[in-house]
């Protein structure tokens, strides 16, 4: 079966650095992507990881671990508009084999950025 | 700017009635796009790919008579919640990847009264 596990919840102070974590176990994997929601409006693209190792954007960094089935995404300089929902999604492979383009999310963690 | 327009952005209904919610790639040809759902905190669910030209492909526990997808064009697939009772109430998001990662429209607010 697919599941993808994300804490619930996190608290972070403005300024300060919060690393969200996120592990997987699915059939097949063709990458793996964070996404960060705002309460009621639709997801936003924030990286893409596909091969093992660190991606830094700015102020966000992604990181992959594709043998143990583990990634984070890494917030530097939390800024209060960073509060928001943040979703590990996992694109598995087909039954064939190949991409899917289809996305498996995980639960999403909520950030909460107090001042 | 957006490439993926999804309309209405929120919709009321009486129970019983159908609800049509249109998904548009803007300035690209989506063969394929997808749709989801979301309960108030909880996480995205699949709930079908559609297809171009062909039927759509449903997850497993999800009514496809109930949810009639229809992607008629390359820029256009539309999701119509039949008989609309009030566990349906939920956002209902579609995406479509133009550049090799998802793009989601604004999402569509269902209320079933």
């Known amino acids: 079966g697919q599941n993808i596990d994300q804490p619930t919840e996190m608290t972070a102070t403005e300024g300060a650095i919060v690393q969200i974590n996120c592990t997987y176990q699915?059939?097949?994997?063709?990458?793996l992507f964070w996404y960060q929601q705002h309460a009621g409006e639709a997801p936003t693209f924030l990286s893409y990881?596909?091969?093992?190792g660190l991606e830094e954007k700015g102020r966000f960094s992604s990181f992959l671990s594709r043998s143990k089935g583990y990634s984070y995404l890494l917030l530097k300089e939390l800024q209060m508009k960073d509060s928001a929902s943040y979703l590990c999604?996992?694109?598995?492979?087909?039954?064939?084999?190949?991409?899917?383009?289809?996305?498996?999310f995980g639960t999403g963690t909520l950030l909460a950025v107090q001042p | 700017g957006a490439v993926v327009s999804q309309h209405p952005s929120w919709v009321i209904c009486k129970s019983g009635t159908s609800v049509k919610i249109e998904c548009r790639s803007l300035?690209?040809?989506?063969?394929?796009m997808f749709w989801y759902r979301q309960f108030p905190k909880q996480s995205l669910m699949l709930m079908a790919t559609?297809?171009?030209?062909?039927?759509?492909?449903?997850e497993q526990g999800v009514e496809k008579d109930k949810f009639l997808i229809n992607h008629a064009s390359l820029t256009l697939s539309t999701l119509t919640v039949t008989s609309a009772h009030p566990e349906d109430s939920s956002f209902y998001i579609c995406?479509?990847?133009?550049?090799?990662?998802?793009?989601f429209g604004q999402g569509t607010r269902l209320t079933v009264v």
């Open positions: 559609s297809n171009e030209g062909s039927k759509a492909t449903y």
């Open positions: 990881n596909v091969l093992d």
């Open positions: 300035d690209f040809q989506a063969t394929t």
């Open positions: 699915t059939s097949g994997f063709n990458g």
């Open positions: 999604a996992v694109s598995p492979a087909s039954n064939y084999g190949g991409a899917t383009n289809k996305l498996i």
């Open positions: 995406s479509a990847l133009p550049k090799g990662f998802a793009f």
